[in-house]
């Protein structure tokens, strides 16, 4: 039995400030095979802007990256393990931190 192609989908990722100083656009298209999570998008990200990705922290260690990192989807909240759907934008921002 044949097994089905994976289908290349394309997903906005929105940066904001300090990542976005990397970049000369606040929003870049990211295209990756489905099904895809937000760590699987993220990586793309990085190894195709390598100065991106030296400018955030790692997320081998998920729960440190998430201390530093707010992940959006939408307009909701996110994980790097969340499943991301052709056309979504995940947005990249600075953890916010009171005290």
């Not at 906005?12 to 990756?32: A, C, F, W």
């Not at 909701?76 to 931190?97: F, K, M, N, Y």
């Amino acid at each position: 039995m044949r097994e089905p192609q994976s289908r290349t989908i394309e997903v906005d990722v929105r940066l904001y400030s300090p990542y976005n100083d990397e970049s000369e656009e606040d929003t870049l298209k990211v295209r990756v095979k489905e099904p895809a999570k937000i760590k699987t998008v993220l990586q793309a990200l990085f190894e195709k802007h390598q100065k991106l990705g030296e400018s955030v922290p790692a997320f081998e260690n998920e729960e440190s990256f998430l201390r530093e990192i707010l992940l959006l989807k939408g307009d909701v909240i996110a994980d790097l393990s969340d499943s991301v759907e052709d056309g979504e934008t995940i947005h990249v921002l600075p953890a916010i931190v009171s005290g």
